[in-house]
C-alpha cells in the first residue's frame, strides 16, 4: 500500500492553474482533515469534501482545528492558508508554488533591482488602476499624493452613494471592532484581498517581498498586487456591506467580497497582470507549467541541466 508520505508531488500540469481556482474557501468550527487528494471538513453537520487542488486560499476562521496531513496536500497543491479571527485576516502560511520555472522571479528581481525600471512598474501598477491617467513623468512623490487623493475621493463617493456616513479612514492594530461599520467593511475586504494576491503571488513563484510601491516588508510585492483592485472591488464592496447594518460586517464582507471575485474572475487579472507588469513582452514559455532545469553559463547563456560539460577530467 502506498502511504500519503510515499506518494509523489504533483506535477505542474497535473495541478489546477491558479486563474482556475476558487477564491478563497471560508470554514469555521469544525475539524480540517486529508482524504486522499482533498481535504474534508468535519462538524456536527457531516463531513464535506473539498479538492485541495481547487483551493486558491483557504481560510481557517474561529474554532476550526487542522491537521498536520491537511496542511501538506493544501501546500503540494499551491494552496495559501490563512488564520481568520475576531480580529479580521491575517495570512501565516502558504503552500509551495505551482511554477517550475523561475522566469517571473527572475523578471521580477530584475526590474526591482533598477531605479529606473522599479518606477516604471509602479508607473505601470498606477495606471492599471487609473486608466483615465497618465503617469508617464511622475515622480515617486507625486505617485503617492495622487493616489492618496483617488483614495479619499473614492470613500467619499461611496459614501455618497450608499448613503453611509464617512468620518475618515480609523484602523488600530489588533482592535477590529474599534472602527465604525464601514472602517470594519474596509480592513476585512482587505485582508481578505491581501489573502487572495498572496496566493496568486506565490503560485505563480513570485518573491513576495519585492514591491514595487511598498517596501521594507516580507509582503510588500502582495500588498501591490492587492492594491490594484482597491478602489475598484475592495471599497465598493465595504461601503455595501456597511450600509446593510452593523452587524456580522465581517463575515458579511467576506461572503459579499468572494462572490464578487468570482464572478469578476480576479484571479484570472491577477496572473495577467503580474505578467504584464513583469513581463510586459510576454515570456516564451508559460511559467505555470513549464518544468526544466538549465545550467548558467558565460555570456548570459542557458544549457540544459542533466549533463556533465567537462571537457577533460583531472582528479
Known sequence: ?????????????????????????????????????????????????????TIGTLLLGPGTRITHQAIGVLAESGAAVAWVGEQGVRYYAGGRALSRSSALVEAQALRWANRRTRLAVARAMYRLRFPDEDPSGLTRQELLGREGHRVKECYRQ?????????????????????GDAPNQAITAAAQCMYGVAHAVVSALGCATGLGFVHSG?????????????????????????????????????????????????????????????????????????????????????TVPGGRNYAVEAHW
Not at 500500500?1 to 508531488?9: G, L
Not at 468550527?29 to 479538492?51: F, K, L
Not at 461611496?158 to 474599534?178: C, I, K, L
Open 158 to 178: 461611496e459614501s455618497v452613494r450608499t448613503g453611509v456616513p464617512w468620518h475618515g479612514r480609523h484602523y488600530v492594530p489588533g482592535e477590529f471592532t474599534a
Open 217 to 301: 516588508h516580507e509582503l510588500s510585492f502582495v500588498l501591490d498586487i492587492a492594491d490594484l483592485y482597491k478602489t475598484e472591488i475592495g471599497i465598493p464592496i465595504a461601503f455595501e456591506v456597511a450600509a446593510e447594518g452593523d452587524l456580522d460586517v465581517g463575515s458579511r464582507t467576506r461572503r459579499a467580497l468572494r462572490d464578487a471575485i468570482n464572478k469578476k474572475r480576479l484571479l484570472d487579472r491577477c496572473v495577467d497582470d503580474i505578467k504584464l507588469l513583469l513581463v510586459p513582452d510576454g515570456p516564451k514559455a508559460d511559467p505555470e507549467v513549464e518544468d526544466r532545469v538549465t545550467l548558467q553559463s558565460d555570456r548570459d547563456v
Open 1 to 53: 500500500m502506498t502511504t500519503i508520505a510515499q506518494r509523489r508531488a504533483s506535477t505542474p500540469r497535473e495541478l489546477t492553474r491558479v486563474a482556475d481556482r476558487i477564491s478563497f474557501v471560508y470554514l469555521e468550527r469544525c475539524t480540517v482533515h486529508r482524504d486522499q487528494n482533498a481535504i474534508t471538513a468535519e462538524d456536527a453537520d457531516g463531513t464535506t469534501h473539498i479538492p485541495s487542488a
